[in-house]
């Protein structure tokens, strides 16, 4: 059976990592069996990041890797007879979410002052006692110098929003009122959203990004029906 590490769940989401969620949600949606693995050191992982899985005597890191190899080795795979348009479209959108929306969350979390009260309030506990307040910080430390490179970290907090509500506006335009993301059949991209909008509307990190999301109900709709369908038990 497949074995997933990943971060366990804080402020009752499933996991801290929108990409736990994502992979996790797609196990789900796809009816695969699979046991969780609860991880809070990153450094056991094979890239250093949650998630990775385990399969036998295969070991997969990336979620999107992850995805793809459970496309190629079980059924049904939830991308199959899409067209290539639609397969363009979703792959952009996946980019926007993980590789820009993404470095706005960890912002909102890690750098902006209000989510970061909360992040250290919840996490740490999960941490060793005594050193977990240091390990935090150390933490901190390294994701903020990761925003740094990747780009997003050198903006301002006014800027960094601006990206990320436009990043939502354009995921909501698409989305609309729609059962899932290309219609009333669930894809892999409806996975990356729900670990996405779920971490931006029902954890207790403050900021523009929750205060705009909570303006389209859609966006909660879309949460509550995936929730409901596939995360009852
Ligand atoms: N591209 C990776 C991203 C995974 C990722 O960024 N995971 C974060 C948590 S949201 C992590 O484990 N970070 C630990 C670190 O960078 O130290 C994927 O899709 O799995």
């Known amino acids: 059976m497949i074995a997933l590490h990943q971060y366990p769940g804080s402020w009752g989401l499933p996991s801290s990592s929108p990409f736990c ?3 996790e949600t797609y196990l789900r949606m796809a009816g695969i069996a699979y046991t969780n693995v609860w991880e809070n050191n990153p450094g056991r992982g094979p890239k250093g990041k949650m998630p ?5 005597e295969k070991t997969i890191s990336d979620s999107s890797f992850i995805m793809e190899y459970l496309q190629q080795n079980y059924t049904p795979n939830l991308d199959a007879n899409m067209s290539a348009e ?5 792959l952009a959108f996946q980019r926007l979410i993980e590789e820009s929306l993404y470095w706005v969350l960890l912002y909102s979390r890690w750098g ?11 996490i740490t506990p999960l941490l060793p006692p005594v050193i977990g307040k240091g390990i935090i910080h150390i933490i901190r430390k390294r994701l903020l110098r990761q925003a740094h490179f990747q780009g997003m970290g050198r903006h301002s907090r006014d800027e960094i929003y601006h990206i990320g509500n436009k990043n939502l506006r354009s995921i909501i335009e ?37 205060e705009y999301a909570k303006k389209f109900s859609c966006l909660e709709d879309y949460c509550i029906r995936i929730r409901d369908t596939y995360w009852q038990s």
């Open 112 to 122: 902006d002052e209000n989510g970061w009260r909360e992040i250290k309030k919840e």
């Open 86 to 90: 639609q397969q363009a479209v979703m």
């Open 52 to 56: 990775f899985i385990q399969d036998g």
């Open 174 to 210: 698409f989305l609309g009122n729609k059962t899932y993301f290309f219609g009333e059949k669930p894809r892999s991209i409806d996975c990356t959203l729900y670990g996405f909008f779920i971490t931006i509307l029902w954890s207790p990190v403050p900021g523009p990004l929750p």
């Open 21 to 23: 969620i994502k992979v």
